[in-house]
DNA sequence: CCTGTCTAGTTCTATTTTAGAACCAAGCCA
DNA sequence: TGGCTTGGTTCTAAAATAGAACTAGACAGG
């Protein structure tokens, strides 16, 4: 009776679920984008039972989002940094961030945002855009399902999952 | 004992996450979009418990993501389908799936992919840019946390969190 | 060296959540 | 009427979680 793995799922959305869509997960990456990197840092900001912080760390650290550095003060502990694969998770943190603002805060109440650190500015919206350009919505868009056994032997198949 | 809730946090993220952050919801929602509308499509599509279906789905129509309409084929049971608010989960979806595509299969393992449902064509990534319309890396942008109480009685406040 | 403290965990127990299967009720179908 | 499908609810066992207690290593003071 383990949890539901979808590691195996021909979908990318299951496939990055599997990875980082737990309770906590998410909210351990948002803190690493905010700068965080000790086991300490998380567990109180987070209020999260040490325990399963152990755990998750250790998790993200083994499917390549964290990875444990020796710390620059020289200290006994080490510090948990974000990978590339780690930071390219951002454009999921900031389109939670934003649907978050326009639909889980009430008209005023007041929330943290996230600027540009130069200049201070909000960021704006995330955009996604059809192929001249224009904003793309769900409707006009289709999943399509991979084929029986789409193998495409040889000749470089490399452009096409890029 | 209860599972921790985030429903107070000042962070977009964290309230997002408390709504759509556990195992399953995001999948069901990614169903959604992808068509389906009945409890039986979720069940035999994820091959979740029934219970838990059930529990989602309720929580679902709860906080505003999916209602419950009566089928247009005037049968007995009825349909769950997004709402606005649902329907704005969209750029989380796409954001995970690239993620997962980039992250989660090795090079050349076949995957679903999102098409324009017109053309056919690929969609492509997620652009998050800043002020000037560059392409913005979360290195450049910082979290302002909200002060102790920024009310700004009365005066065009409506702008601000839009 | 001995003690205390700090960090980063691990271990423990009670409670909650989940999976999976069995059960139930309402509507159709013949 | 009985059987089938749909859309659930209920039940049990296993897994995950919260919270607290415990451990281990580094360092600091005396």
Not at 101 to 112: L, N, R, V, Y
Request: with cysteine; glycine share 10%.
């Amino acid at each position: 009776m383990k949890r539901k793995s979808m590691e195996e799922a021909e979908c990318p959305v299951a496939r990055a679920l599997d990875l980082i869509g737990d309770w906590w997960t998410l909210l351990i990456v948002r803190d690493a984008f905010d700068g965080m990197r000790r086991f300490s840092d998380f567990q109180s900001s987070l209020g999260i039972s040490r325990g399963i912080l152990s755990a998750r760390l250790k998790g993200l650290v083994d499917c390549g989002i964290l990875e444990m550095v020796p710390p620059e003060d020289g200290g006994a502990h080490h510090d948990y940094l974000l990978t590339a694969k780690g930071a390219a998770l951002f454009p999921i943190l900031v389109g939670l961030r934003q649907w978050g603002e326009t639909h889980c805060f009430e008209p005023g109440e007041p929330h943290s945002i996230l600027v540009e650190r130069t200049t201070g500015r909000r960021i704006g919206p995330l955009k996604l855009e059809d192929a001249s350009g224009q904003p793309l919505e769900a409707a006009m868009t289709e999943v399509r399902k991979v084929a029986a056994a789409p193998v495409r032997t040889g000749r470089k198949r490399a452009a096409q999952n890029a």
